[in-house]
C-alpha cells in the first residue's frame, strides 16, 4: 500500500521521481506529493488525486539533485494536501512513509507538548517531528533516524531528507518493502524495484529492521542491531513493459489476456512428461514433504480464494487435510498444530502485511515447514519461509488480480501433486493431471475467444446494482472469486454461495432484477446443480450460465448460456475463471467505472 521513490543524483531527478509513482500508482492513488533540495532549501508539492494532477502542479521552479516522493493510499485521514506526503517538520526536514504507526496518538502528544504543530491527520507527521526533534538536539540525521526507530510501534518503510544534508537519504524498514537501486554518479531507492527500473537493473532488497543512507556514489546498511552489513546485489535483466498497456485499453485486459504465457512460465520446468518435478520447489523439498501429514493454507482476498481451490484439491486428489484460513483471522486466535503440519502462505506480492505476520507467528510453532506460493522472488514471503514456488507472473499493474491468481492455482496444483504422490495419488492419476496441466495454457487461450460474446452478456449488467454468484463444489470459491472481481471494478454489489444453499436464505433475494451467474462444468454435481438453477428460474430470476458445451444448457428465456471449451475436470476451476475475469472487466467499462485503480482499493496490501 502507497509507493515511495528517493533519488540522489548529480542531475535533477524530478523526472525520475515522477516515472517512479507512475510506475507505483497501482499501491496507491488518493493522492501524490515530492520533496526536493534545491541550493540548500527545500521544496515540494502535493496533490490530491492520481499522479497525473501531481505532474500537472510541477514546475520548472520545482527541481534539485535529491528528492523523496509518495503516492498515497488513505490510512490515516482523508485524502487531502495536508494528509499527502511528504510530511514536513520545520521547514528543513521531509518525510515519506508507508505503514502505520500504532502509537502515533501517544508520540503527537508528546511532541505537542514540546511545541511541535501538526497540520494533518496522519499517523506519519509524528515520524518528521520526532526525527527532527532528535536531530534538534544534536544529532545528525542519521543518528536521528536510528534513535527515532526503537520509538515507531507498528510496520513503516520510510525516507527522510534534510536541507542542511544535502548529500544523503536516510531509510529504514519494518513490516513494510523497500530496495535500493545502484546506478553511476547516481542512487535510488523505492518499495518496489519496477519504480526504478527505467534507470538502474541493479538492486540491494533491505532486510527487515535494516535502516540504510544512499549517497551519489554510495550506500551503507546497519541491520537491527546496528551493526554494518552487506547485502547481495540482485541484477534483474527482464524486460520492463510490464508497465506499459501493450495496446490494451486497460492493464487488467492486458493481464488477463497475458494468461496463456505466464502459465506456461509458471509450468516451465517443473513439468516432466508424465510427472511434476519435484526438485523445483526448492533444496530439501523432497525430505520436507515426505514429513508431511496435513495443510494449513493462509493468505488474503484473491489469494485466500485460490487456497479454497486447493483444500478441495489437496484432500480430494492427495488424500491430506487441508485448512483454509484469512490471514487476519489466523493471526489474532487461538489454534491447535497438528503434527506434520504444513503451512502454506500465498500472496501476489509478497509483502501482504496480515500474511507475513502470520508466517512469523509460525515460526514460534510447531509446523514442519513454511512453503509460499508468490509471484516476487525478492519479497519477505520468500525470503523467510522454508520453500517457495514462484508464480511466474511477471508484475500485475491492475488493482483487481487475474494473472496472478491462475498462476496461483496453478502452482497449488502443482504441490497438491507433489503432496498427493506420497498418499492417493498414484503413477496413472499424476500422469493424468500432468497431462491436463501441459494443456492448460492452450485451454486458457481457447476461453479467452469467448471474450466478444461476454462483452455482449456484460450489457445486461450495465444497470444493476446487486448480482448472485452460485457454484458447486470446488467451483464454489472460483464463484467467490468472480464476485469479487464484479465487486472491486464495478461497484456491484456482489455475493458468492454454494447452489445448494440458495434455499437457506440467498433465494430470498432473487427477481427479475437481480442477476445470478453459476459456473457449470460438466462434473458429478452438474444435475444437482441445474435443480438448484431451476429453483432461479421459477422465481423470474435472470440467470447467466457460463456451462461445459457439453452440460445441455441451451438459451431460453431468463436462461444466457456462454459455452465454456471442454476441458479436463481437475483444471477446470482455472478454466472458468477466465470468463468470470472478462464479464468483470467489461461491466466496469460499461459502467465507466476506474478499471485499473478502483475507488478506495491499492494492489499491495502492507500494513494490516
Known amino acids: 500500500m502507497c509507493g515511495i521513490v528517493g533519488a540522489v543524483a548529480e542531475r535533477n531527478i524530478s523526472g525520475i521521481l515522477l516515472e517512479g509513482l507512475k510506475r507505483l500508482e497501482y499501491r496507491g492513488y488518493d493522492s501524490a506529493g515530492v520533496a526536493l533540495i534545491d541550493q540548500g532549501a527545500l521544496i515540494s508539492c502535493k496533490r490530491v488525486g492520481k499522479v497525473a494532477a501531481l505532474e500537472e502542479g510541477l514546475t520548472a521552479d520545482i527541481k534539485g539533485a535529491i528528492g523523496i516522493a509518495h503516492t498515497r493510499w488513505a490510512t490515516h485521514g482523508k485524502p487531502t494536501e495536508k494528509n499527502a506526503h511528504p510530511h514536513f517538520s520545520g521547514d528543513k526536514l521531509a518525510v515519506v512513509h508507508n505503514g502505520i504507526i500504532e502509537n502515533h496518538a501517544e508520540l503527537r502528544e508528546r511532541l505537542s507538548a514540546k511545541g511541535y504543530a501538526f497540520v494533518s491527520e496522519t499517523d506519519t507527521e509524528t515520524i518528521a517531528h520526532l526525527i527532527n526533534d532528535l536531530i534538534n538536539s544534536g544529532l545528525d540525521l542519521v543518528a536521528a533516524v536510528k534513535a527515532a526507530i526503537p520509538e515507531l510501534e507498528g510496520a513503516y518503510g520510510l525516507a527522510v531528507i534534510h536541507a542542511d544534508d544535502p548529500q544523503r537519504i536516510v531509510c529504514a524498514r519494518s513490516g513494510s518493502p523497500l530496495v535500493l537501486g545502484l546506478g553511476f554518479g547516481e542512487n535510488f531507492l523505492a518499495s518496489d524495484q519496477l519504480a526504478l527500473r527505467q534507470v538502474t537493473d541493479r538492486f540491494v532488497y533491505l532486510d527487515e529492521g535494516d535502516i540504510a543512507e544512499i549517497t551519489t556514489n554510495s550506500y551503507k546498511i546497519w541491520n537491527k542491531s546496528g551493526d554494518t552489513v552487506t547485502r547481495k546485489v540482485e541484477r534483474i535483466t527482464g524486460k520492463a513493459d510490464s508497465a506499459d498497456k501493450g495496446g490494451y485499453r486497460h492493464f487488467m485486459l492486458k493481464e488477463i489476456y497475458e494468461q496463456p504465457h505466464v502459465i506456461k512460465n509458471t509450468l516451465q520446468g517443473r513439468l516432466g512428461k508424465d510427472h511434476v518435478l519435484e526438485q523445483s520447489f526448492g533444496s530439501g523439498a523432497t525430505e520436507l514433504f515426505d514429513k508431511v501429514s496435513s495443510v494449513q493454507i493462509v493468505a488474503c482476498g484473491t489469494s485466500y480464494h485460490s487456497g479454497m481451490v486447493a483444500k478441495y484439491w489437496i484432500e480430494g486428489i492427495a488424500g491430506i487435510p487441508c485448512r483454509v484460513e484469512v490471514a487476519s483471522e489466523f493471526r489474532y486466535r487461538k489454534f491447535v498444530v497438528s503434527p506434520g503440519t504444513l503451512l502454506v502462505t500465498i500472496s501476489q506480492s509478497g509483502e501482504t502485511a496480515d500474511t507475513l505476520a502470520a508466517l512469523r ?32 507472473a511477471g508484475p500485475e499493474i491492475g488493482v483487481a488480480s487475474t494473472k496472478a491468481f491462475t498462476t496461483q492455482l496453478t502452482a497449488l496444483l502443482l504441490l497438491t501433486v507433489a503432496l498427493g504422490r506420497r498418499n492417493a495419488i498414484d503413477k496413472a492419476t499424476e500422469a493424468s493431471i500432468v497431462k491436463a496441466l501441459h494443456m492448460l495454457p492452450e485451454t486458457i487461450a481457447s476461453a479467452l475467444g469467448l471474450d466478444a460474446e461476454i462483452r455482449q452478456v456484460a450489457e445486461a449488467f450495465a444497470d444493476k446494482h446487486n448480482a448472485l454468484f452460485l457454484g458447486r463444489g470446488v467451483q464454489w470459491p472460483v464463484a467467490m472469486e468472480g464476485a469479487l472481481k464484479l465487486k472491486e471494478i464495478s461497484y456491484i454489489h456482489a455475493e458468492s454461495y454454494p447452489a445448494g444453499e440458495l434455499k437457506h436464505g440467498p433465494l430470498a433475494l432473487v427477481d427479475d432484477d437481480m442477476p445470478v451467474v453459476a459456473v457449470a462444468p460438466n462434473d458429478e454435481l452438474l444435475e444437482k446443480l441445474k435443480s438448484n438453477l431451476e429453483e432461479v428460474q421459477a422465481r423470474g430470476g435472470q440467470l447467466f450460465v457460463f456451462a461445459d458445451k457439453n452440460s445441455g444448457f441451451k438459451n431460453e428465456p431468463g436462461l444466457t448460456v456462454v459455452q465454456v471449451p471442454h476441458s479436463d475436470e481437475v483444471i477446470a476451476p482455472i478454466l472458468y475463471t477466465i470468463p468470470l475475469q472478462l464479464l468483470s472487466y467489461h461491466v466496469a467499462v460499461f459502467k465507466g467505472t476506474d478499471v485499473d485503480q478502483p475507488r478506495n482499493l491499492a494492489k499491495s496490501v502492507t500494513v494490516e
Open 361 to 392: 507467528l509460525a515460526k514460534d510453532l510447531d509446523y514442519t515447514a513454511t512453503l509460499t506460493i508468490c509471484n516476487v522472488a525478492q519479497s519477505s514471503l520468500v525470503r523467510e519461509s522454508d520453500l517457495a514456488l514462484m508464480t511466474e
